[in-house]
């Protein structure tokens, strides 16, 4: 085959694009960030809001990595340490 039959030339599907995260999301600025107050029970309700808002792998790319989930719930300063 040639090398034009060989490259990709037709619409690229939609789940394999990786999906955007706003500017900024590293971790390291998190850290050095105030620290949240969130307790416990807060922090639950806020991890099952966001894995049902990103059931359908449209909001972020899944399965969400630990660290994308803590700066998704809000978790800032030691409590993302």
Do not use: C, H, Y
């Not at 037709?10 to 955007?20: A, R, S, Y």
């Not at 600025?29 to 806020?46: C, F, G, V, Y």
């Not at 966001?50 to 899944?62: H, T, W, Y």
């Amino acid at each position: 085959p040639s090398l034009v039959a060989m490259r990709a030339s037709g619409p690229v599907p939609f789940d394999t694009i990786q999906k955007l995260v706003p500017r900024g999301w590293k971790r390291s600025l998190m850290k050095r960030m105030p620290t949240s107050r969130l307790d416990t029970e807060e922090i639950m309700q806020r991890i099952v809001t966001v894995l049902l808002k990103n059931m359908e792998e449209k909001f972020r790319d899944a399965p969400m990595r630990t660290a994308n989930l803590m700066k998704e719930v809000g978790l800032r300063g030691a409590q993302i340490k």
